[in-house]
């Protein structure tokens, strides 16, 4: 049991064009139709009656904060599994800026490249009964020999996330996000379930009339990297859609805070009205350019 894709699940979590919907039986529950979010009443109801025997939590496009008690709680109460998928959320976890799920879930499953700011790869922590079936599953069942570079690279990250510097960048990822949210609102944008409690938000093109594929082009055009993505209930395609996903990890590595977010809403809003405009886009990339020349990641050549 897993969220719908189209609601901001993964595709892993039972899409049927995944392995997870070929194999599995999953049943999919979906958030609330008036507020956008977790829909817990509904999830608790939707767990009684088909009992899974796994309910899965954490998601692709969610900008909300997640109950994992209260997923613990239904677990419990159905006799599933838990599982916990915090690919996104997994350096706002270890930076203290949203719950963990390790107190209540079985499994947690996170790749190490997203918020976490390690190497491209995953990591699976479980309880202990658990472990030596999915080690097992992992090799021989699914991966060949290790890559002891990103081996030695996660633990270098683990070790970066564990200090008091990790924290702040935790906390000022969530702090740019919840800025860079109400600067697009106020370019007229409508943010899905009304704002952000994570690193990610969810806007709604509609009022600009503009498709999420369009959108999407046209910004990269400018500079500015995000990507479409689906909104609730999205009467587009999801090679279309009607929305964007923009998060605020790598911009708040490279040293940006409040002022560059609200920048960078301005910026966007100045592309979303005139995406077809080849002017205002090169206006818009010239002053991308001028913003980023202030904050470049790596400063000195390394060696």
Known sequence: MGLRLDHGGHLTHGSPVNFSGKLYDFVPYQLHPETELLDYDGIAELARETRPKMILCGYTAYPRTIDFEFFR????????????????????????????????????????????????????????????????????????????????????????????????????????????????AEEGLRIVSGGTDNHLMLVDLRPFGVTGAVAQDALDAAGITLNKNTIPDDPESPFVTSGLRLGTASVTTAGMGPDEMRTAAHLIGRVLGDVDNADTIAAVRDDVEALCEGFVPYPTPVG
Do not use: W
């Open 73 to 184: 709680q239904v677990a419990d109460e159905i006799g599933a599994f838990l599982m916990a998928d915090i690919a996104h959320i997994a350096g706002l976890v270890a930076g203290g800026a949203h719950p963990s799920p390790v107190p209540y879930a079985d499994v947690v499953t996170f790749t190490n490249h997203k918020t976490l700011r390690g190497p491209r790869g995953a990591t699976i922590l479980c309880r202990s009964e658990y472990a030596q079936a999915i080690d097992k599953a992992v090799f021989p069942g699914l991966q060949g020999g290790p890559l002891m570079h990103v081996i030695a690279a996660k633990a270098v990250s683990f070790a970066e996330a564990a200090t008091p510097e990790f924290k702040q960048y935790a906390s000022d990822i969530v702090s740019n996000a919840k800025v860079l949210c109400q600067a697009l």
